[in-house]
């Protein structure tokens, strides 16, 4: 018998996602990022890993993804480019949509293949004239299934990700018969990239007269207080050059890289400790996770007869508001403490520069630029974007579903979020599944001489890591 409570709260969540991403056009940093992509080295896909305690029926599965791709017209959607980039890339609903192209199933013997065939699927790149999704379930392994989301930033970045695959899960095994539909629209008719780019120097004539305005009255603003015009300049500009620049040297055991080589690693341990050493700290989960991954490191550069005191670690700030579902956000560097060896220790110096950098005015540097690089040709961009120095190490922190949930009848056991490589020699991603924390791994393997190793010291890292909290 179901619970009706449980059945509640499916049916508004599943409600209130109908209007997830619902904005007609891409915003200045998914344009950027879209433009600029040099896919797989300056790429902008993620991969989710789904761990399902078993596989389950696939007549129920392709089923329930249909549903869902009704539910959130976004993925039922792609995007059209104005033919020069006087406006942002529009969404319009695909003609020829095809649920198989985008969804299918293959076999595998054990996990270690699996993710070698997430790996080698995250590499492949997106068809950009189709909806911006690919999904995978991956039956035959002997301890249950796993669903594998390949999704494009534009699309959804990795928190957007997360928080789309938990509203669409359920909370019971059994089907729930009524579920929501999204009412059906007529689809409108497909704006070609010529009158996108006309729409976009039409909207730009139409401002003018305002832009202008503007520009005359901060010119007036500078001519009568120059010298405070030019200081606030000068602290923005040194603000900037510290976002962007390396505060520790790159590892030499992890380089050089080519960024065309990712390898997948998920490791798992108990939430509730690593909270506690958080708290132990004086940090948030956060900071622990970013020790967590330099604890790892610090033994990886042991075994390998390394002494690097510190290296260049990129964190996440966000800048996103209560009603985002996670596109705005700042990279910024911090020096990771590899010499630390006591992991409260290690939390409190992460907390320490993590804080240093509220500080910083420039950490919206690329939403303020975006705008104006979006109107030049797509090279500029993607130069902009390696113009920063890249780190050894990016981490970041994702909150997943707090309570159980089910794929079409199957448990969601895990969800391991691996993200793309923008310059780094690995990137990092806890989600909070529950009580667990997942951690996905993407190592670019060329940067790495014994990716062995590099797990077995990781895992040793999330052992540490626990043990601190008693």
Same mark, same amino acid.
């Given at each position: 018998m179901s619970d009706p409570s449980m059945d509640t709260d499916d049916i508004a969540r599943w409600a209130s996602v109908t209007g997830w991403s619902a904005t007609p056009e891409l915003t200045p940093m998914q344009t950027l990022l879209w433009r600029a992509e040099r896919h797989p080295v300056q790429s902008s896909t993620s991969t989710v890993v789904i761990d399902l305690d078993r596989a389950p029926d696939w007549d129920r599965f392709v089923a329930a993804t249909e549903w869902g791709t009704r539910l959130v017209r976004r993925l039922r959607q792609r995007v059209v480019e104005p033919a020069v980039p006087t406006a942002a890339p529009t969404w319009a609903d695909d003609p020829t949509f095809d649920l198989a192209y985008h969804l299918r199933r293959e076999r595998v013997a054990d996990r270690e293949e699996m993710l070698v065939h997430a790996a080698?699927?995250?590499?492949?790149?997106?068809?950009?004239?189709?909806?911006?999704?690919?999904?995978?379930?991956?039956?035959?392994?002997?301890? $249950?299934?796993?669903?594998?989301?390949?999704?494009? @930033? !534009?699309?959804? =970045? +990795?928190?957007?990700? &997360?928080?789309? %695959?938990?509203?669409?899960?359920?909370?019971?095994?059994?089907?729930?018969?009524?579920?929501?539909?999204?009412?059906?629209?007529?689809?409108?008719?497909?704006?070609?990239?010529?009158?996108?780019?006309?729409?976009?120097?039409?909207?730009?004539?139409?401002?003018?007269?305002?832009?202008?305005?503007?520009?005359?009255?901060?010119?007036?603003?500078?001519?009568?207080?120059?010298?405070?015009?030019?200081?606030?300049?000068?602290?923005?500009?040194?603000?900037?050059?510290?976002?962007?620049?390396?505060?520790?040297?790159?590892?030499?055991?992890?380089?050089?890289?080519? $960024?065309?080589?990712?390898?997948?690693?998920?490791? @798992? !341990?108990?939430? =509730? +400790?690593?909270?506690? &050493?958080?708290? %132990?700290g004086g940090g948030t989960l956060d900071d622990a996770a970013v020790a967590l991954v330099l604890g790892g490191l610090r033994r990886y550069h042991a075994r390998r007869g390394s002494t690097v005191a510190e290296i260049p670690v990129g964190v996440r700030v966000s800048l996103d508001r209560a009603d985002d579902l996670g596109n705005r956000f700042a990279g910024a560097l911090i020096s990771g403490p590899l010499a630390i060896e006591d992991p409260v220790d290690r939390v409190a110096a992460v907390r320490g520069e993590v804080l240093s950098l509220h500080t910083e005015r420039a950490l919206e540097v690329l939403d303020a630029a975006a705008p104006l690089m979006n109107r030049m040709p797509s090279f500029v961009g993607a130069s902009a974007l390696r113009t920063a120095a890249a780190p050894d190490a990016f981490v970041l922190t994702l909150p997943g579903p707090p309570r159980r949930r089910y794929m079409a009848g199957a448990q969601v056991q895990g969800m391991y979020v691996l993200g793309p490589l923008p310059g780094a020699a690995l990137t990092v991603c806890l989600v909070t599944c529950g009580d667990t924390a997942c951690i996905g791994v993407n190592v670019d393997g060329s940067s790495v001489a014994d990716l062995v190793a590099l797990e077995e010291c990781l895992t040793e890292g999330v052992e540490e890591m626990v043990s601190a909290a008693g």
């Open positions: 080698q699927m995250a590499l492949r790149p997106f068809d950009r004239t189709r909806p911006l999704w690919e999904g995978v379930l991956f039956e035959g392994m002997p301890d $249950g299934a796993a669903y594998v989301l390949k999704i494009h @930033h !534009a699309l959804a =970045d +990795p928190l957007g990700m &997360v928080q789309l %695959l938990s509203m669409l899960q359920s909370g019971r095994r059994d089907h729930t018969p009524r579920k929501p539909v999204h009412e059906e629209v007529e689809a409108l008719p497909e704006p070609g990239p010529v009158d996108l780019a006309v729409t976009g120097l039409r909207t730009d004539i139409a401002s003018l007269p305002a832009s202008t305005l503007a520009t005359a009255r901060r010119v007036g603003t500078a001519a009568a207080r120059p010298q405070v015009v030019l200081a606030s300049a000068l602290r923005y500009g040194a603000s900037v050059r510290r976002l962007l620049t390396r505060t520790a040297p790159p590892s030499p055991e992890l380089s050089p890289r080519t $960024g065309r080589m990712w390898s997948f690693l998920t490791l @798992h !341990a108990p939430i =509730d +400790p690593m909270r506690e &050493v958080a708290r %132990l």
